[in-house]
């Protein structure tokens, strides 16, 4: 293949076509190179196209809240009481830096997505 920028969609498709057949090459190998440097266009037209949106942070929490069955009740004394554990789950009310240095200590979410900002509901 003759390496060239990613332009469409189809140049994208290609490139990882491409990618698959030479992926397991040796490193120092002219296809090894070749994967090197396909690997760094498609990343670059990805996150051009396809960029990666910072998780929302309730949306993070209910999600390890399911994966360690925790219910919401489980988050009372965590975040407050029962009625703020409500308003911080149906986004009602924004998380403080006491509530995200507990929720990172307790769901090992990184206080990196925590922080992040939210559009509260009405």
């Known amino acids: 293949m003759t390496l060239k920028p990613i332009k469409?969609?189809?140049?994208y498709n290609d490139a990882l076509a491409r990618l698959e057949v030479i992926f397991d090459s040796a490193p120092d190998s002219k296809e090894g190179d070749e994967a090197e440097i396909l690997s760094l266009l498609?990343?670059?037209?990805?996150?051009?196209?396809?960029?990666?949106?910072a998780p929302d942070p309730i949306e993070a929490i209910k999600i390890r809240m399911e994966e360690m069955n925790l219910k919401q009740k489980d988050l009372v004394g965590v975040i407050g009481g029962k009625s703020r554990v409500s308003e911080i789950l149906n986004k009602k009310k924004k998380l403080n830096v006491d509530m995200i240095r507990e929720l990172e200590r307790i769901l090992k979410i990184s206080a990196s997505v925590l922080v992040n900002n939210y559009q509260l509901t009405k």
């Not at 469409?8 to 140049?11: H, I, M, V």
């Open 8 to 11: 469409t969609e189809n140049d």
């Open 42 to 53: 498609i990343e670059n037209y990805e996150n051009q196209y396809y960029p990666i949106t």
